[in-house]
């Protein structure tokens, strides 16, 4: 255990015993039951926003960065919690002294509304995740139009004499890539792999490219055909 760490655990350890310190001396006039119930509200007070600010608020290591989808709902659920909790807890105790059944049952309900907004935050963070899988799927087809255009690219290099027209074209459509948009539809993903199929195809001709040119004419029409046809596709 590092020293940041032990401190911080020294520090929890320091002010949950202040905390029953405090109960126990100005709290003689209360029955054992109310006292020991006060005691564990005001120490659930106390962890939730200590853990709350001891945890990290973003995990750099998570590229969903789901933590931002439950951070709003994760404090406003703390706040309400705990200033109902401590209003309760002035008012049982100071302004009315209900008995230890009734503050039972309030600081149960209070519980009820803490531990529903934890699954709230949760689900919160389910959907930031969910959102961020579902986006990098509609862009992976792209990327490997992308990806198997550079690799074609790196194989004209190695190629003399490419005629120019056919490097320009080349070129025009990697630059067209750009203006394409993720999609979630099926056949935007159908054509994202035939588009990378037949680049493909191209890439393993051009070494012989005045024997494959006929061939390689025709599955450049085709790439472009299919660019302008993925181009049009959209979210559903």
Request: include cysteine.
């Amino acid at each position: 255990m590092n020293t940041k760490k032990l401190l911080w655990w020294l520090l929890l350890l320091f002010g949950e015993v202040l905390i029953i310190s405090a109960f126990i001396l100005f709290g003689g006039n209360l029955s054992d039951n109310i006292l020991i119930l006060n005691i564990i509200v005001s120490s659930l007070v106390y962890l939730l926003f200590f853990g709350g600010y001891r945890a990290p608020w973003i995990d750099l290591k998570d590229k969903s960065q789901k933590q931002i989808g439950s951070l709003g709902v994760s404090w406003k659920v703390i706040w309400f919690y705990s200033f109902f909790a401590i209003t309760a807890l002035i008012v049982c105790n100071i302004a009315l002294n209900f008995p230890f059944l009734v503050q039972l049952i309030i600081h149960g309900v209070l519980l009820f509304f803490l531990l529903l907004g934890v699954y709230l935050s949760i689900q919160s963070s389910d959907k930031v995740k969910d959102v961020y899988i579902q986006e990098t799927a509609n862009r992976s087809g792209i990327n490997e139009m992308k990806t198997a255009v550079r690799k074609m690219k790196d194989k004209m290099n190695e190629v003399a004499d490419l005629p120019e027209d056919f490097i320009n074209r080349i070129n025009t459509l990697e630059e067209n890539l750009r203006f394409i948009s993720p999609s979630d539809n099926e056949e935007a993903h159908d054509l994202e792999h035939s588009f990378s199929q037949t680049i493909s195809d191209i890439t393993f001709s051009i070494s012989s490219f005045s024997l494959n040119k006929e061939a390689i004419e025709s599955n450049l029409r085709k790439l472009e055909r299919i660019y302008q046809n993925r181009k049009q596709k959209y979210s559903n």
